[in-house]
């Protein structure tokens, strides 16, 4: 069983940074693709980001490539999610994932085995 525990969620101004983490507990951190989405009021959850378990390969959805980063630290068991030049529209609750075993490439809501509880970021114009 592993689970996740989102922060760095708040109130940003447009153009401003945030930085998300993500701590994830058990010992098997390092073996786990994982990743972001996000859901705005009223919306769908969609796909953010997602990183292999090594760290060294990263996808983004078209909507946040060259302004969000996502990385992580095995050794600290986390994952980080750093937000520049943030836009209103990135007004959401962010939630951290660990997809099924074999699902690692489809990074849909329901291909994913673990959530985090979410943290809300709320971008003002």
């Known amino acids: 069983q592993v689970q996740l525990v989102e922060s760095g969620g708040g109130l940003a101004q447009a153009g401003g940074s945030l930085r998300l983490s993500c701590a994830a507990s058990?010992?098997?951190?390092?073996?786990?693709?994982m990743g972001w989405f996000r859901q705005a009021p009223g919306k769908e959850r969609e796909f953010v980001a997602k990183i292999s378990s090594g760290g060294g390969r990263t996808v983004y959805a078209d909507s946040v490539v060259g302004r969000f980063t996502i990385t992580r630290e095995n050794a600290m068991n986390t994952m980080f999610l750093q937000k520049n030049t943030l836009k209103p529209e990135d007004t959401a609750v962010y939630y951290c994932?660990?997809?099924?075993?074999?699902?690692?490439?489809?990074?849909?809501?329901?291909?994913?085995?673990?959530w985090g509880k979410g943290t809300l970021v709320t971008v003002s114009s």
């Open positions: 994932a660990i997809p099924k075993v074999g699902y690692s490439d489809n990074w849909v809501p329901a291909a994913m085995n673990y």
């Open positions: 058990g010992r098997t951190f390092v073996t786990y693709t």
